[in-house]
């Protein structure tokens, strides 16, 4: 039963995790929120270079520090075109995407927050689009506001157009696709009526990168964060996408090595764009890993992707709805939504839930997701949580089911 | 091993919580979290002349965290505070029958155990620091 965009069978050979058994069961996994697996091009990747051609990189002459850094100044091309960005200046390598967003509100917004201003959040941020602000508002007495969601996570865009009218308003941050829910936001709305009151948006792109199209050009937005794990590649990688204007005027962000041009006594002269945001040796060889992930997505080509998670959204809800004492969350309307599916069977606690799929060799993720204050907002205590991708299967649903249906019994409900 | 898990005590003691809920003017309320997973536990404490006279705790969390923090109230109601210092995780884990816990799931069954033991610390450090201080460095939990 492959999904009619992908053929799931030639790319599950691809990935040598999907050959665990685990519990003497064939291994399920659906924790793809939270990171994805890795195909053998990239795990390969990182072993050649290791072997072949490990060295520090823009210093040495020598022929290999040279290919080490041809190569991770190719994936930093490669992630350009990927999300169709002007130059490859706009490409900060940074630890994930919340070092992305931490990068931005210590520099920029150092520079440009003030005494009464105003951030705009949402109320399904993940932690990581949250506190980075919280400590800047603090420490700059400004506000935070968050956009509140209705039932089913979708934003109130003329609650937004009520802040950005407010002159203290400077900044919005908000994820294009809720890591809890789901829920995909209009981004592309949400920048275009930003600017027309001249607000930058910082647009958290750690769920929606990895699945949907890219296109920062066409987006306009100021800032976007996304980190290489969840697409396939390395853990360690993030990506901070800025506008090259704005990143020229931010002050740098952690100092040391190769982020200078001169050094002298009393001051520094600071390199150019990107490699005044990367201080000291970075992650090499994960950077040179993630390249092969990017190859493996245009490969399949993201509408694919795309295409191939709404099927098994839409196959999974169905299946699930069918189950007694099932709650579902986030919005019904599939073009509105990524691959996550958020859920509570009964009175029966994600981590209870968690813990018998387990025993079915299913991989879920329970808990509050990283995003507390959605939680309060939908007054649970935490959700269980299925997310999918490429290599993930309607026969691995079914699986999912039936274990579902071996909790309700043990839970007697 | 879910059967294990999920018996009908645990089951029993998540959906009918023994001694769940506040005490208003409690000698000690303390509250800690488990971050990985949410779950959350109160204790409130009513002592008199070091004996513990009622035990109510409120929270929220899984099956494993709530059942365990019920079990625990009635293994100390009416005993002394001090016997908080001597109650082991092991304790714990043979007292709600799951002993076999996997790591990520052993701090859920533990939590209460935990907010105990600090109610304990927080009791004696108003009237008795230095024993307060004994009690801290006694304790593994922390």
């Known amino acids: 039963m492959q999904s009619s965009e992908l053929e799931t069978n030639k790319i599950r050979k691809d990935?040598?995790?999907l050959t665990r058994k685990i519990n003497g069961k064939p291994f399920v996994y659906l924790d793809n929120a939270s990171t994805t697996q890795k195909p053998l091009s990239v795990i390969n990747k990182i072993v050649n270079y290791y072997s072949f051609y490990n060295s520090n990189i823009h210093r040495a002459v020598y022929d290999i520090a040279?290919?080490?850094?041809?190569?991770?100044?190719?994936t930093r091309q490669k992630v350009c075109k990927f999300i169709n960005a002007n130059s490859p200046q706009e490409i900060i390598f940074t630890r994930n995407a919340t070092e992305a967003i931490n990068l931005v509100s210590y520099t920029w917004g150092?520079?440009?927050?003030?005494?009464?201003?105003?951030?705009i959040l949402s109320e399904q941020e993940h932690h990581s689009n949250i506190v980075p602000w919280q400590i800047l508002a603090k420490e700059k007495n400004a506000g935070i506001k968050y956009l509140k969601i209705d039932e089913t996570g979708n934003l109130n865009l003329n609650e937004l157009e009520f802040y950005l009218k407010n002159n203290n308003t400077k900044l919005i941050s908000?994820?294009?696709?809720?890591?809890?829910?789901?829920?995909?936001?209009?981004?592309?709305?949400?920048?275009d009526l930003a600017h027309t009151y001249n607000i930058p948006v910082f647009v958290d792109g750690a769920q929606s990168v990895p699945h949907l199209t890219t296109d920062v050009i066409s987006l306009d937005c100021d800032f976007l964060a996304f980190s290489a794990h969840k697409m396939l590649g390395p853990t360690g990688v993030g990506i901070l996408y800025g506008k090259k204007k704005i990143l020229e005027g931010m002050n740098p962000f952690i100092c040391g090595g190769d982020m200078i041009k001169e050094v002298h006594k009393e001051n520094t002269f600071f390199n150019d764009l990107p490699y005044k945001f990367e201080a000291g040796t970075p992650n090499i060889a994960d950077v040179i890993g993630f390249s092969s992930a990017l190859e493996y997505l245009n490969e399949i080509g993201m509408d694919h992707i795309r295409n191939h998670e709404v099927e098994l959204t839409k196959y999974a809800i169905e299946k699930m709805s069918e189950l007694k004492q099932m709650k579902l969350y986030g919005d019904n309307n599939l073009q509105n939504r990524g691959g996550i599916i958020s859920f509570n069977l009964g009175d029966i606690h994600p981590h209870d839930l968690a813990t018998i799929l387990n025993e079915h060799s299913i991989a879920i993720r329970s808990g509050h997701h990283c995003a507390q204050v959605l939680m309060e907002k939908l007054d649970v205590s935490a959700t269980s949580r299925i997310s999918f991708y490429i290599y993930n299967t309607k026969e691995e649903i079914n699986i999912f089911i039936n274990a579902l249906g071996e909790a309700i019994r043990l839970f007697q409900l | 091993m879910s059967d294990d898990i999920y018996r009908e005590i645990i089951l029993d003691h998540y959906r009918n919580p023994r001694n769940k809920g506040k005490i208003d003017n409690a000698d000690v309320v303390i509250h800690d979290s488990n971050p990985l997973c949410g779950d959350q536990?109160?204790?409130y404490l009513n002592v008199v002349?070091?004996?513990?006279k009622d035990i109510k705790f409120d929270g929220k969390g899984c099956a494993i965290s709530q059942a365990s923090a019920s079990m625990l109230t009635e293994m100390v109601m009416d005993k002394p505070l001090t016997t908080a210092k001597d109650i082991s995780k092991d304790d714990v884990l043979e007292n709600i029958g799951l002993t076999n816990l996997g790591p990520a799931r052993i701090k859920c069954a533990l939590l209460s155990l935990k907010v105990l033991k600090m109610?304990?610390?927080?009791?004696?450090?108003?009237?008795?620091?230095?024993t307060a201080e004994e009690m801290e460095k006694d304790s593994n939990l922390f």
């Open chain 1, 15 to 17: 990935f040598p995790i």
């Open chain 1, 66 to 74: 040279e290919e080490a850094t041809h190569a991770y100044e190719l």
């Open chain 1, 110 to 119: 150092r520079q440009n927050i003030k005494n009464g201003d105003l951030i």
């Open chain 1, 174 to 191: 908000l994820c294009h696709m809720s890591n809890a829910l789901g829920n995909i936001i209009p981004i592309k709305k949400i920048i």
């Open chain 2, 41 to 43: 536990i109160d204790i």
């Open chain 2, 49 to 52: 002349e070091g004996q513990i």
């Open chain 2, 119 to 130: 109610g304990m610390v927080k009791y004696y450090t108003d009237k008795e620091p230095t």
